[in-house]
C-alpha cells in the first residue's frame, strides 16, 4: 500500500521525516500524471493532499473520488491555516445531515 503526501514544501516536510511519499509544490498537470499512474497500477493508496489541489479541476481526481475502491484521498489545509479547512467531504456531510454535523461539542 502507498501512503502519498501532495502540497506545498513546508508542509511536506512533515510528512517526509515520517517516512511517507511526498511530493511538494506539484502542478494540476503533474498530479494529474501522478494520480493517473496510481490509479493505473490498481495499487491500494492513501492520499493526503492539500486542499486547493484537492479541489481543483482534475479529470482523474474526479474519476477516484466516483469510483471508490482502492485509493482514499484525505485533503489537508494549509500549513499556515490550519483553521480553514474546507474539504470536499465536508460539503456532502453538511447537504445530508446538516450543518450542526460538523460543529464541534464540549459535553
Do not use: C, W
Not at 25 to 39: A, C, F, G, H, R
Not at 44 to 49: C, E, F
Not at 60 to 68: A, H
Not at 96 to 103: D, F, N, R, T, W
Request: proline share 4%.
Amino acid at each position: 500500500m502507498r501512503i502519498m503526501a501532495i502540497g506545498n514544501e513546508p508542509l511536506m516536510d512533515g510528512f517526509s521525516l515520517l517516512g511517507m511519499e511526498t511530493y511538494a509544490d506539484i502542478s494540476e498537470n503533474e498530479l494529474e500524471l501522478l494520480l493517473t499512474e496510481v490509479l493505473e497500477s490498481k495499487e491500494r493508496a492513501l492520499i493526503y493532499l492539500q486542499q486547493d489541489l484537492a479541489q481543483a479541476n482534475i479529470p482523474v481526481l474526479d474519476k477516484i473520488r466516483k469510483e471508490g475502491g482502492s485509493i482514499l484521498i484525505s485533503e489537508l489545509p494549509h500549513l499556515h491555516q490550519p483553521d480553514h479547512r474546507l474539504a470536499t467531504i465536508d460539503t456532502l456531510i453538511t447537504r445530508v445531515m446538516g450543518a450542526s454535523a460538523l460543529e464541534m461539542r464540549h459535553e
